[in-house]
C-alpha cells in the first residue's frame, strides 16, 4: 500500500460523485439521479467518450442486478411463500400461542420482542410489523404495555436487530461484501454482522426497557378500549413521502391482509369460517414453516460449531440457495393444500409474480447507487461498468484511500467510529440498504490500510446505515408503519428509541475493535 498512485481527473469526479450521493441522503432525497448522473461523469472523464459514458449507465446498473439478482431471487420467493401462507391463515397462526404468555406488562414488551425478531429474521420486518401488530399488540397493551413501548419494541427487534443483520436472507451481508471487494464472504460478514446485531439490540432493548417500566399499567381491557379509540397522529402523512424510499407504502403493499381495523381480535379473525380442509392445513403449515426454516438455520450454523458432521458448509450464495429453495418449495406445497392441483399452478405463478414485484419495488432503486460504488471498486465490476479490460479498469475509491492514507488515523477506534458514523450519514435518506454500497467499499479500501478486519468494519458500517435508516432513529423511514400500527407519534417514538440504539451502537462499535479487528 505504500506504492504512490497517480490521481487522476476521473478520482477526481468520482470522488464528488462520492460527496454529492452522501450530500443528497443527508437532505433526505431520492439519491438514484446523483448516482446516475456521476457514473455517467466518470465514465466520460476516464474514457473521453460519450457513447461509453452513456453505455455505463446502462452498464452500472446491468452489473449491479447480475450481482445481486440472487439477493432479489430471494426475497421474491420469500414474499411468495409469506403470500401463500396468508391465503391459509398460517402466518396468524404461528403467533396466536404467543398470547397465552402475555401475562403483564412486562412478559409482553420482551414477547413483543422476541416473536417480532424471529418473524423479521425470515421474513424481513415489512410483513412482520402488521402481523404482531395485528395479532399480538393488542393483547400486549390489554396486559398492561403502553402503546409506546410496543413500537419500541417491534422497531428495535425488527427494524434494528433482525434488518441490520438480515442472517437469513442476506440482502444486507450480500451488497456489503460485494461492494468491499471480491475477497470479503457475504457469509462472514453475515456472522459478524449477526453478533454486532444483537449487542446492539441487547443494549438497546434493556435501556428502552428501563426507559418505559415505570408506564407499565396492570392488565385491563379499558386499556385496549382507549388505544382503539386513538388515531395515528396527522404528521404520518407528512412524514411518508419524505426520503428517498417511501417505505410506509411499501409495508402496506405487502400487508393487505392485515387492514381490517386492529380492534378485530385476532381469535375472531382466525375462526372466521375457513372449512375444515383448510383449518387442517393451515395449523400444518404453521407447524411446518417454521420447523423448515430452523432445519436451513441448523445447515447454515452446525458446520460452523463444528457439530454438524456430514453437513455441507455453505460458501458463497449457497446458503441465499438453500433459503429461496425451502421458501419456494414451501410455497408450492401451501398453494397445493390451499387451492388444489389444478388451481395451484396458475396462483403459484401468480405468488412468484407478486414477489418479484416486491422485490422490485423495494431493492430496485439500489441498482443505479450500486452500480456508481462497483465502478470505484475496480477489477471486474469497474471493468463491465466502463466497458473496458480487466486490466485497464481503475480502482478509484482505493487509489484515493491509499493515497490520503497518511492522513487517516491508524487508530482502530476512530476508523471504525468513523465507518460507523458514514453509515448512519447514508441512513438519514431514510433507507437502511442504500448507503450499504458506499460502506461496503469504504470498508475493503480502509481495513488492509489500517490493519483493520474488512469484514468487521462492513459489520459495523452496516450497523450504522440498517438502524439509522432502516426503522428506528429516522421519522421518514419505515418507522412510520410501526408507529401508525402502534398508533403513537412517530416523532415521539423517535425519541425514545434514539438514547438506546446510539448506546447499542457504541457498545456494539468498541466490542467490534476489541473482539474482532
Known amino acids: 500500500m505504500s506504492q504512490h498512485v497517480t490521481i487522476t481527473a476521473a478520482h477526481w469526479v468520482y470522488l464528488a460523485g462520492v460527496l454529492a450521493v452522501v450530500l443528497t441522503m443527508v437532505l433526505r432525497a431520492n ?3 446523483p448516482s446516475i448522473v456521476a457514473t455517467f461523469a466518470v465514465a466520460l472523464v476516464w474514457t473521453h467518450s460519450p457513447v461509453s459514458a452513456l453505455g455505463s449507465i446502462f452498464n452500472a446498473s446491468f452489473v449491479a442486478a447480475k ?14 411463500l409469506l403470500n401463500a401462507l396468508k391465503s391459509l391463515r398460517s402466518d396468524v397462526l404461528m403467533v396466536q400461542p404467543f398470547r397465552t404468555v402475555m401475562t403483564n406488562g412486562h412478559t409482553a414488551f420482551f414477547v413483543l420482542s422476541a416473536v417480532t425478531y424471529v418473524i423479521s429474521l425470515f421474513f424481513w420486518p415489512t410483513p412482520a410489523v402488521p402481523l404482531v401488530s395485528a395479532v399480538l399488540l393488542p393483547a400486549a397493551i390489554i396486559a398492561g404495555l403502553p402503546p409506546i413501548a410496543g413500537a419500541m419494541a417491534i422497531a428495535i427487534a425488527g427494524q434494528g436487530m433482525a434488518l441490520s443483520s438480515d442472517y437469513v436472507i442476506g440482502v444486507a451481508p ?13 457469509a462472514a460478514v453475515a456472522d459478524r454482522a449477526l453478533a454486532l446485531s444483537l449487542i446492539t439490540g441487547g443494549v438497546a432493548l434493556l435501556l428502552a426497557y428501563f426507559s418505559i417500566r415505570k408506564l407499565i399499567r396492570p392488565g385491563s381491557e379499558a386499556l385496549l378500549l382507549r388505544w382503539q379509540r386513538q388515531s395515528s397522529t396527522g404528521e404520518l402523512e407528512r412524514l411518508e413521502a419524505a426520503g ?9 403493499g405487502t400487508s393487505a ?32 414453516t417454521p420447523l423448515g ?24 450464495g449457497d446458503a441465499a440457495a438453500l433459503v429461496g429453495g425451502m421458501g419456494a418449495a414451501l410455497m408450492i406445497l401451501a398453494t ?26 423495494a431493492m430496485g432503486s439500489v441498482l443505479p447507487i450500486a452500480g456508481f460504488f462497483f465502478m470505484g471498486a475496480g477489477g471486474d465490476l469497474a471493468a463491465g461498468v466502463l466497458n473496458v479490460p480487466v486490466g485497464e479498469a481503475p480502482p478509484l475509491l482505493f487509489n484515493l ?13 476512530l476508523v471504525a467510529f468513523g465507518v460507523l458514523l458514514v453509515g448512519m450519514i447514508t441512513g438519514v435518506d431514510g433507507s437502511g440498504f442504500a448507503g450499504l454500497p458506499l460502506t461496503g467499499s469504504l470498508a475493503g479500501a480502509l481495513g488492509p490500510t489500517v490493519g483493520l478486519d474488512v469484514t468487521t468494519l462492513c459489520a459495523v458500517g452496516q450497523m450504522g446505515a440498517v438502524w439509522t435508516g432502516g426503522g428506528t432513529l429516522i421519522a421518514w423511514s419505515s418507522l412510520i408503519a410501526v408507529a401508525g400500527f402502534a398508533r403513537v407519534s412517530v416523532l415521539d417514538t423517535v425519541r425514545a428509541l434514539l438514547l438506546p440504539v446510539l448506546a447499542g451502537l457504541f457498545v456494539s462499535t468498541v466490542c467490534a475493535v476489541l473482539f474482532w479487528s
Request: with cysteine.
Open 174 to 186: 450480500g451488497i456489503s461484501a460485494k461492494a468491499a471487494g471480491a475477497a470479503i464472504s457475504a
Open 67 to 80: 450481482e445481486l439478482f440472487n439477493i432479489f431471487l430471494v426475497i421474491a420467493l420469500i414474499t411468495s
Open 401 to 413: 484511500i491509499q493515497n490520503a492514507q497518511q492522513w487517516i488515523p491508524h487508530n482502530h477506534v
Open 257 to 288: 391482509s392485515y387492514e381490517e381495523p386492529l380492534a378485530v381480535d385476532a381469535q375472531i379473525r382466525t375462526e372466521l369460517p375457513v372449512g375444515k380442509r383448510r383449518a387442517y392445513w393451515s395449523k400444518f403449515f404453521a407447524i411446518l
Open 336 to 361: 397445493l393444500a390451499a387451492e388444489g392441483p389444478r388451481k395451484s399452478l396458475d396462483v403459484c405463478a401468480d405468488h412468484i409474480t407478486d414477489g418479484f414485484v416486491f422485490a422490485f419495488k
Open 31 to 33: 439519491v438514484v439521479v
Open 293 to 316: 426454516f430452523l432445519a436451513v438455520i441448523a445447515v447454515m450454523v452446525l458446520p460452523k460449531l463444528g457439530a454438524g458432521r456430514g453437513l455441507p458448509g455453505l460458501k458463497g
Open 244 to 252: 428517498s424510499f417511501d417505505k410506509a407504502e411499501i409495508a402496506r
